[in-house]
């Protein structure tokens, strides 16, 4: 019988690609998609139609332990999250009940439906993964950072994360659950949501290339990050569950980049000059910016036999070519309509 996953934030980016790499997998891919109507759940369903939907919320208990009765899944991947560092400024609260108390919601579900309460010797044999991220590390203590590294999140989203982390260490260590963690750092790809800065540059300079706009507005150009591919990162993810022991890994490519490198060869991969359109608006600067993030992948690489595949200049030059034809072609990436 095939093997069955469930999927939170089937609609999202890694979502999809997740989706994707275990429908290749040969699993039977369920995901949980909210509300009445979502429009993203059409756009997902029109990229994977194998996958199938159960309807429940990160925000309501009851909904997960409906849904994991019903799939009786064998891994369960959370993904779902409020993830847009300034928006977590802007609605701290919905935040950490999403992003934060989400993951224990999600964590009880599996508990009660494996029959697993407290001092039982029984342990679940439902694998759980949770998307941890490089933003609990914040004000960095030490570069590149490990499994090891302590955290300073610096953005309310960066507290929940940190939260759900260690509630999944706890439920391991309090429960025997095979429940792990993957610190993954950046990663993007043409499905990016267009708020995160990768996506809003390779869009700026399609719509710049094609007569569409003729500035493109940006904060903090020298942030810097590891950026990777997100279609890379979610075998990390399936590899972790398949490991005979539940650990948590730090997942990235060990390369740093500046957004005013990421903004050079985004201009350049079209042919065009960044000094002349980006214009610098300290009103997108953050209350708390993370200066630099940069992963060390070692053990990944080692335990899992991962290692990206994608680098940064394939990246940006794969997201602007998608950019370029997605609009050339009358797509709407404001309005979800389509994904590559
Ligand atoms: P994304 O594109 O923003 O997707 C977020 C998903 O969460 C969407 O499917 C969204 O569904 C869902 N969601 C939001 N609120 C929900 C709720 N109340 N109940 C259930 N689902 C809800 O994010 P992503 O880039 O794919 O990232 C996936 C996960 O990895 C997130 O947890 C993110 O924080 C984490 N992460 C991402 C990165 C990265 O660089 N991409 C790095 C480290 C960690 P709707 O369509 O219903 O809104
Ligand atoms: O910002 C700077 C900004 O929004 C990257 C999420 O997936 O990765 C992501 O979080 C950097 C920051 O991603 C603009 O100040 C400059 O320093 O693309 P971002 P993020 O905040 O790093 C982590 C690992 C996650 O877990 C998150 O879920 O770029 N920046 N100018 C800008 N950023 C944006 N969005 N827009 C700008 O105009």
């Known amino acids: 019988m095939a093997r069955r996953a469930l999927i939170t934030g089937i609609t999202g980016q890694d979502g999809s690609y997740l989706a994707e790499h275990l429908l290749n ?41 409906s849904a994991v009765e019903k799939v009786q899944p064998d891994e369960v991947y959370n993904l779902g999250a409020i993830s847009f560092v300034p928006m977590s400024w802007e609605q701290a609260e919905l935040t950490a009940e999403v992003t934060g108390m989400g993951v224990l919601r999600m964590l009880e579900a599996i508990r009660v439906c494996s029959g697993i309460s407290r001092g039982s010797a029984t342990s679940a ?50 429960y025997g659950m095979y429940a792990v963690s993957g610190i993954l750092f950046n990663h993007e790809s043409p499905r990016r949501g267009a708020e995160f800065v990768t996506r809003k540059v390779s869009l700026g300079v399609a719509r710049i290339k094609l007569g569409m706009a003729t500035e493109l507005r940006l904060g903090n150009l020298e942030a810097r990050r590891d950026w990777g591919f997100a279609g890379d990162y979610v075998r990390a993810m399936h590899l972790m569950l398949q490991a005979a022991t539940p650990e948590d890994y730090v997942i990235g490519t060990g390369r740093m980049k500046s957004v005013r490198e990421l903004v050079e060869a985004a201009f350049s991969a079209a042919g065009l000059d960044w000094e002349q359109y980006v214009v610098c608006d300290s009103a997108l600067h953050r209350p708390a910016e993370v200066d630099l993030l940069c992963a060390d992948p070692k053990k990944a690489r080692v335990q899992l036999g991962w290692e990206p595949t994608v680098s940064f200049d394939e990246l940006v030059a794969m997201m602007v070519e998608s950019d370029l034809r997605l609009l050339s072609e009358g797509g709407d990436p404001d309005q979800d309509s389509s994904w590559p």
């Open 25 to 65: 997998e040969g699993y039977e891919v369920w995901g949980l998609a909210r509300g009445q109507a979502n429009p993203r759940v059409s756009r997902m369903r029109k990229l994977l139609a194998d996958v199938r939907i159960a309807r429940g919320d990160l925000l309501d208990q009851g909904s997960l332990i």
């Open 125 to 174: 044999q439902i694998r759980f993964y949770q998307a941890s991220s490089s933003e609990m590390f914040g004000q960095v203590s030490e570069t590149p950072q490990t499994e090891r590294t302590s955290f300073h999140p610096r953005s309310p989203y960066g507290v929940a994360k940190a939260y759900g982390h260690f509630l999944t260490q706890n439920y391991r260590e309090s």
